[in-house]
């Protein structure tokens, strides 16, 4: 088995993490230290640089420089909303195939493996051997064949403190206040908010996922009942809950507000970067249950994939690992893969990286199970017992 | 010299902080080692425990206890916004006196240093002797006297560290991007936004406290010639800003949506708990300059002061500092004290506590001086020096 022999280019696709680059530096290293490739490079913001061949060479990166970027939250090589069709991706294997490049490492979501997917084709097509391996990333959790992506654990943990100091928060000031947490389709990241409860009673009391239909009357009868037994509420709400026609609340007020909605390039409905909804939900609270209750909404926004200064050690150690595994399938002589994270153990929890074929992993959603999800309004222990590795320890609290 | 003997009372008020308990700890503790009173109560919810009678004994809570205590974000007694008049006063006054409480240490901003005093005044009148000090704490820094407040550090952290990871996931998908910051009257916790900026090209573009006021045309064009020289733009808003006359741009939404707006027990209308004025901005960015653009709003809320995993150092320790300070205070003879922290070296940082007469800090604002503010959309490095070890070292960043 003989590997082909030529340069490598390394791109970040998506919304960035705050461990998406200790996946670049995953890659990087890994092929520096194999000599897997001659010249690495990495494409400034993903496909778009690869259309436009905005290159810059990773080549000599040091252990020092690699280290660095590895703890900085964000894409350090920019990143992209386009959706390549095959004309595009036909345009970036001519970029390629021009430098030499034989090997593509590609590090996003479900799209990003379906990217790597058609530029393989694309390659093939044109009779050029060229190896396409996607690294997973996605705070929202929601890649087939994964236990989980890398990504998920730090934005995990940011929903968890937060919840765990609101909560703290809402207990001394008491109230009911609405935390909006992200995920279109996906829920596990509301769903982790489960982790900042506590014995002393913290945490949220009613979680809404967008695995579930959002009925309004049955939310305000659930805060009703919560605030009437305990004085105070705390609601963590995924910004994709939606009716039961599927569509989003935050769609809905859209169209009520400009009789217009913004999309993205891949069709979806902007939802992150407002707090419209939360501000709706406290509304809708004040009109049904009393206008002088003291009601608040915070949207956590693009703080929990990007905040500095909360990470997940699990996490960002398996980002690291999941773009060298990238590289050792490549040395392996696969022709192309997608890297899956497989939990082998939960005592200790241990992972272990397993290539799959592109086209299982791309386009595809995977969302909450049902039997994680408990009363429409809570979720099981069975989840918290998933998750829990993945976050790491919360800092421990005391009560008077 | 003789101390009153007795009991003592430690309350909490005003908006939480993550090292509030901190305070707390500090007082009990320093009660407990120098057996400065008999027992130690703790009021639920400050004053309005003061005022029913819901006390806790906290007087023999252990050293990890307290340690545990120390480092839980929230207030662990309850807080309350109760603004207590000369009559609510003297009932709190009933309820002490009956307790043998000769003590009385109260953590908050100036208007816990004013009911401080009143409780004093009153106690006077009646020839009972009670010795009230009040402990600072607030996020929004605006205490006169103080070099600075326990709990703004920490705050300060997490406004740093959530505008230097956003700037980086601004830079790695650009766009237009605005950051709303707590703070009515001080722009310091706004102004720490600065902090981000690395030599990497990341942190706020401009900057608005509510010490300027704000101007929307001006607004617009500072956008418009940041984002056509960089391609993209990270603003830190307070939540504060407000037109010529002083109304705030959230209090003329508020007017503008239901004719009506939410007070407190002070007169403040309520600015944060709502996405609105983020999202006022986006939108008006938007209609000025080009309905395509990538805009989008995020509001901090409740997280930055009550975060649980993001703390500074040196504000934890200060905060406990405080309350022990207040207890010695006391042990010094001190009738009633405001306590204050003065920087006495720079370089390095050193600070230390002065009890000073309640009146001189009760109901008094500090605000940002001038000679810190730049052009009205950023700060100095003279305020930048200032801050920065409040903070405590900030994640290094990389770049590629």
Redesign the interface.
Known sequence: MSLPKGNAVVA?SG??T?VI?AS?AGVVEAIQQSGLADSIF?AR?AVRGMLEGDF?D?TS?DGA?L???????????????DKPDEEYCKKIFEQLSARDIRYFFYIGGNDSADTCRIVSEVAQQAGYELRAFHVPKTIDNDLVLNDHTPGFGSAA??VA??L??????N???PGI?IDVIMGRHAGFLTAASALARTEHGTGPHLIYLPESTFEIDRFIADVDRVYSKEGRCMIAVSEGIHDAEGTSITQMLAEQLSGSVERDAHGNVQL?????L??YL?RLIRERLGEKLR?????????Q??????VSESDRREARESGRAAVQAALDGHEGASLTLRRTSDDPYTIEYVPVPLQEVARKTKVMPASWIQDGCDVTDEFLSYVAPLVGE???????
Do not use: E, M
Not at 67 to 81: E, F, Y
Not at 272 to 276: D, I, L, M, P, T
Not at 305 to 310: E, L, N, V
């Open positions: 970040q919304g960035p705050v680059n670049l990495g913001h810059t990773l990166l420089a280290d660095l970027i590895a703890q900085t939250p964000g894409a350090s090589l920019g990143s992209s909303r943990r940011f403190c937060a765990l100091g609101d909560s703290l928060d207990r001394a000031l206040k992150s970067g407002s707090g419209a939360g501000d406290a009601v608040r909404a915070d949207t956590f926004g693009y703080l994939r990007s905040f500095a200064d909360c919360l800092p421990r609290i005391g009560s008077v």
